[in-house]
């Protein structure tokens, strides 16, 4: 017996998968925008004090890791939350108005 097709396309073939790791990308990419534009505007004397600091590569790994994985869990999060399901759809519930 042979394995289902689907297995072998891999794991982004399936479009749950596919939609997750997308807007998990997508928010990690504003995530990483928000942090730079944080150090680049120096709000709250952020990029004085890095700067100022010996942890200088610490301290931007922190700040861009630390956006980047909390923008792209909660757009992730967000986008699975708001999907419709196939129930919803048959009820009208999940149609945008």
């Known amino acids: 017996m042979t394995a289902p097709l689907q297995s072998r396309r891999g794991p982004l073939a ?3 998968v ?3 790791v997308t807007h998990w990308a997508l928010g990690a990419g504003v995530g990483a925008l928000a942090a730079a534009l944080i150090f680049a505007l120096d709000i709250a004397y952020l990029r004085t004090m890095m700067i100022r600091s010996d942890l200088l590569f610490p301290g931007l790994m922190l700040l861009f890791t630390g956006f ?3 923008f792209g ?3 992730s999060a967000t986008a699975v939350m708001f999907n419709p399901v196939a129930e919803d759809r048959a009820r009208g519930k999940g149609e945008m108005s």
């Open 14 to 16: 399936d479009p749950v």
């Open 68 to 70: 980047a994985v909390t």
């Open 73 to 75: 869990g909660v757009v």
């Open 18 to 20: 596919r939609m997750i």
